[in-house]
């Protein structure tokens, strides 16, 4: 049986990429898609933001109303957006969630435990299989090479994105931290401006923005006679489109909790 899907933020970049996603594969359903209430495309077939043809599913300006026959909610969207609809979703048949947004504060990542509490939800900074081998091997590199090694984290993305660092780049400094047995909380330097002083103990981050760049982030191993690289550049959003169709698939016959790409992967 096919899984129904819906697509959150339809008409955006990630949006209009899920759902082409959606449509070119033979065992999914495009259901319905969301956008906010008063976005101009609500009432609208899917199949107007092009590269949906084969779809008559309506956008719809109430997450209820656009999963109300659905299996899978896949949000893209920004945090306040992605919690109403987590609650919102306890008046559908959604049975998981797959959560791509980015920037969320404390509380958002305990409302999000606490709807994981109800149906499963995979949440992940990065659904790019590359990124997620980069962090697996992240995670051995602090841990094999040791705390006299510095560890930075740069990355770039398009002019758009308004969180900083980025999901993708807290999920790597969040390995390198759990690897040495320390709370990444404990451990981000500061944004570094003027007469710093030393480099303190920690994980550092620098932050580009520029142009259309879709993604780009490299480690940092740094030791006084040598450092290491660890890089991953992302061409097409279209690989994160696919590890987000992954994880639906691989969650949707399972029980309420908080998983993570990691699982999806088996890594």
Same mark, same amino acid.
């Given at each position: 049986m096919s899984l129904r899907i819906v697509i959150a933020g339809a008409t955006g970049r990630m949006g209009r990429a899920l759902i082409r996603a959606v449509t070119e594969a033979d065992d999914l359903i495009?259901?319905? /898609?969301a956008e906010r209430a008063d976005a101009p495309e609500v009432g /609208?077939? =899917?199949a107007t933001l092009g590269g949906a043809q084969r779809s008559a599913a309506l956008i719809h300006g109430e997450p209820a109303e656009a999963a109300r026959e659905a299996d899978i909610w896949i949000d893209f969207t920004v945090p306040r957006a992605t919690l109403t609809a987590l609650t919102a979703?306890? $008046?559908?048949?959604?049975?998981? /969630?797959? =959560?791509?947004?980015?920037?969320?504060?404390?509380?958002?990542? $305990? $409302?999000i435990a606490a709807a994981a509490k109800r149906f499963a939800i995979v949440k992940s900074g990065n659904f790019s299989l590359g990124v997620n081998? @980069?962090?697996?091997?992240?995670? $051995?590199?602090a841990a094999r090479l040791g705390p006299d090694w510095d560890i930075e984290i740069v990355e770039a993305h398009h002019r758009r994105k308004v969180d900083a660092p980025s999901g993708t780049a807290l999920l790597l400094a969040e390995a390198a931290a759990e690897a040495r047995n320390l709370a990444l909380d404990t451990q981000k330097i500061p944004p570094r401006d003027g007469v710093t002083g030393p480099r303190p103990d920690g994980i550092g981050f620098a932050v580009v923005r520029g142009g259309g760049i879709i993604g780009e982030h490299?480690? =940092?191993?740094?030791?006084?006679?040598?450092? @290491?690289?660890l890089t991953h550049v992302a061409l097409d959003r279209a690989l994160f489109a696919?590890? /987000?169709?992954a994880a639906a698939r691989w969650a949707a016959d399972k029980p309420p909790g908080l998983y993570s790409m990691a699982d999806v992967l088996g890594l």
């Open positions: 495009l259901a319905a /898609a /609208a077939k =899917i979703l306890d $008046q559908t048949p959604v049975r998981a /969630a797959i =959560i791509g947004t980015t920037g969320f504060d404390a509380a958002g990542d $305990q $409302q081998m @980069l962090a697996a091997l992240v995670r $051995q590199a490299e480690v =940092i191993f740094a030791a006084e006679e040598e450092y @290491l690289k696919r590890g /987000a169709l």
